[in-house]
């Protein structure tokens, strides 16, 4: 026996033992490279290129010129010619702690760093992110401490007829745990899904960080898809492959609004919840926080906490009309405000172009003396600042 | 207050309310678009560019020259300008169902189709999929059929000392049952961690949509991460965003092994398991395949069925020798075989470089009398021979 086992011994070298597939173009570059200081070193290797750019959200805005007018955007930065023979870098000065975007531009190209395999998709787009850590970035990060269970499941909503996908976050501990936790759900905004808030917003790592640092009581977080239209995110449902567009019909029309209750009554089955208006909080980003403010005035003493991040916050009357969930404003938000609510938070920033869409909403907020938080940030309509709002807004919660 | 609700009605219309962000270079082209003949057009639109080509398994593989020597990788095919100005396109012939990767070579320089967001990562390689439907493609795709929950969830491994992420697949149904499930535990390849099998392996469709012909039972499936220097996948762990790669010091030396109680031992804990050997199957691709063989010979008893897909067979004697869950191998192969086994499945392509050494293992099998099937197949190391496999594997599972 011995001698058969020898015979067909070691025939090859374990490290050789890999997927055939990956060895075509992988390349031993490093990029980004972020360094102690917060300074960060972007590389690309490439003989017969002649010019690499970079564009990224850590580089000021600029106006540019472009086929459909003059927009703002991300400005562009050059690569040099690096000392080692083909390779091209850029070096940027120290930057705040921060997660950020960026592409590169390839001889006039778009394309992902061939050396970052870390992407988030925002509807159509791709970009590669990276970390700066020392500050917010921290909490944005996986650190070591006790991990949450992110699942993706399916509910039934007998209101649109279908199965739906939805993203749900339960913190570290609950399974060995017999206690109940209380529910943020946690929207999305227009052309996004129930993958948005994990994959562009770093709900996991933040939840996770916050509760790890005792700022935030230990909850469970459902991240529904707020298109009606959809079952889940594209590439996750039977409609295939296709690619991600805004153009969705049944958004912002009432429809996911009605539905809301299915998905409640389904966490709220399958989950160890604390079903009233005290364990409940709903928030959400520009259509997301459209759909927080109507669901929360039209289902009374449902939620207990409100979020309107960047909130999209009007109805557009030609597809409400008629809405009933739309209707009686007015005496829904009066309702609202006299059953009592712990907190309504109300954030945007200076130069969101729904900033006074906001400022006008306040301003019925206070002429019904509608007790809000009003957040002002910088910036605008960007998932920096939606993360550090859900940042902000997550410590406020369920607080015993 | 019906007056201060119109002042602050219509400010934008519903469709703008959308992330900045994603409004930067998107583009309205189509690619790749899957025809019903099962050819596919891919396009790409650039009015400065000069030669765009196409790399994928969906060409015929070619040799070719590199700074490394000959090496045979897909094929490539030159797009064409397109009648439409500053668009260039290429177009298959049929192509029978399956899942394809695919990259773009523009002006030379390789890329991801900027059309397409669907891209898988294989190590640090990422590419362009398509499904082409009607067929195999088919049991990739997500069909409208009853869908299971995939987690990503912790569990604490005393023997490596840390805790440690797994996807866990539970079949649709399971949350509102209260019967017992069998287990599949599913282990990945060299450089890879516990997304692959969902991710490049389609395990979630596969299973789904098999249990639901009926053709499969409904299990559970456990993805472990086989890299005992891991805890989760890269950019899943407090190691942060870095490259992934192969240099893994813990691999195939019996740590991972050792440890593969700690998963059981927490399934069994925290999900309604069939906890014995009927209920427990074990499969992997490659280095997979070698955890499978040697984790089921090693602990008596606990498998009824094992998988070895393109198995790396035989440890590497350097990092293997004195431990003790690579010793005794006559012997424990012996005490597996006479302990009964519902199913020992080696699968294998002709092309693959691990043919030799499991054609020697199949020798050694034979000269025991240790009865196996074995699925011999067209084709090498890659995941579309791992996706059949696997396909053709879980129907043979807990047939009651």
Redo the contacts between chains.
Sequence with gaps: ??R??T????????????????L???SGI?SPEVHEDGSVTFRYA?A??EKVSITG?FLPAERRQTPHGE?T??GMAAFKPDSVEGLWSYTTGPLPSELY?Y?LY???????D??????V???????N???V?GGRGNLY????V??G??????YHSPTLGC?R?VTIYTP?GY?QSEERYPVLYLLH????DEEAWCELGRATQILDNLIAQGKAEPMIVVMANGNADQQGA?????E??Y??H?RLRR??EGSFERSFPDIIDFIDK?YRTVAKKEGRAIAGL??GG?HAMHISRYYPDTFDYVGLFSA??????K?TAGVEIYAD??RTLERQRDNGLALYWIACGTDD??W??NT??R??LD??DFPYTFRQSEG????RNWRVYLSEFVPMLFKK
Excluded: C
Excluded at 106 to 112: E, F, S
Excluded at 121 to 127: G, H, K, Q, S
Excluded at 189 to 192: E, K, L, P, R
């Design positions: 026996m011995k058969r086992i015979t067909f011994l070691l025939l090859l070298v374990a490290g050789t033992a890999t997927a055939q597939e990956a075509w173009g992988g490093v490439s017969t290129t959200d927009v955007g991300p975007n592409s390839v001889n006039g190209i778009k394309t992902a061939p050396s970052n395999v870390y992407l998709r925002d509807i159509a787009t791709l970009t992110i990276f970390i850590g990060s996986v650190q070591d006790p991990h269970t992110v699942s993706k499941r399916w199965d996908r570290a399974e905004g227009m052309g996004g594209p590439g996750q449902t039977h295939g492959l690619k991600p805004t958004t912002m399958n520009s259509m459209f999209a916050i009007r109805p557009d009357e597809r404003i007015e172009f729904l006074d869409a006008q909403y301003a019925l002429s019904m605008g309509h960007t998932w």
